[in-house]
């Protein structure tokens, strides 16, 4: 049974980089029919796609997102990441790392979520 | 990319039908059959529904059920169940390569 656990620090200050990894157990990340990626919801919000990531390293990003967030994935540690700079409070949230289907999107794994508080 | 539009709150009685609504654009929802409904109970991950428009992964009831019609994706929910009260998602791939969400939708069962 495939298992994703999201690890990193659940406070972080603004203007610093949020840095969170995915931890895949019960299965291989080097899939080429899957992809890995970033949900996030803000307390008593709805959910919002940050990004995804192929085991290859190619990368898609939230348009909104783009220019401050960056994922990458270690076939090695058998775990991917996600790095979002200059953050506020706005980026307060609970982060889902999670896995889709590359035919048809669907996210069919999810981790149980982390949640990540910006504030000095 | 803009949210896709969801209702904010539906309701039904136990039995009942009821239907989700979820508008985008010619660039999202319009543009491909990959639209795909997310259940979430509170505190809890959601669990996709459906994916390519109408697909039910295995293990999901046949009570639910999705279309899609130019630029607006349906989910409908049968036989309503207490424990179908939940909020919903809809989520589209985009002409960007990006995938969107709505801004999801409270189902409460009276």
């Known amino acids: 049974q495939l298992q994703l656990q999201e690890s990193g620090p659940g406070l972080v200050k603004p203007s610093e980089t949020l840095s969170l990894t995915c931890t895949v157990s019960?299965?291989?990340?080097?899939?080429?029919?899957?992809?890995w990626g970033w949900i996030r919801q803000p307390p008593g919000k709805g959910l919002e796609w940050i990004g995804h990531?192929?085991?290859?390293?190619?990368?898609s990003y939230n348009p909104s997102l783009r220019s401050r967030a960056t994922m990458s994935v270690d076939t090695f540690k058998n775990d991917h990441s996600l790095k979002l700079n200059s953050v506020t409070a706005a980026d307060t949230a609970v982060y889902f790392c999670?896995?889709?289907?590359?035919?048809?999107?669907?996210?069919?794994?999810w981790g149980q979520g982390s949640l990540v508080t910006v504030s000095s | 990319q803009s949210a896709l539009t969801q209702p904010a709150s539906v309701s039904g009685s136990p039995g009942q039908s009821i239907t989700i609504s979820c508008t985008g654009t010619?660039?999202?929802?319009?543009?491909?059959?990959?639209v795909c409904w997310y259940q979430q109970h509170p505190d809890k991950a959601p669990k996709l529904l459906i994916y390519?428009?109408?697909n039910r992964p295995s293990g999901v009831s046949n009570r639910f059920s999705g279309s899609k019609s130019g630029n607006t994706a349906s989910l409908t929910i049968s036989g309503l169940q207490a424990e179908d009260e939940a909020d919903y998602y809809c989520?589209?791939?985009?002409?960007?390569?990006?995938?969107?969400f709505g801004g999801g939708t409270k189902l409460t069962v009276l």
């Open positions: 999670v896995r889709g289907y590359r035919s048809n999107g669907g996210v069919d794994y």
């Open positions: 989520s589209s791939y985009t002409t960007s390569d990006t995938w969107v």
């Open positions: 390519e428009v109408s």
């Open positions: 010619s660039s999202d929802i319009g543009a491909y059959k990959y």
């Open positions: 019960g299965g291989s990340i080097i899939s080429t029919s899957h992809y």
């Open positions: 990531v192929y085991s290859s390293g190619s990368t």
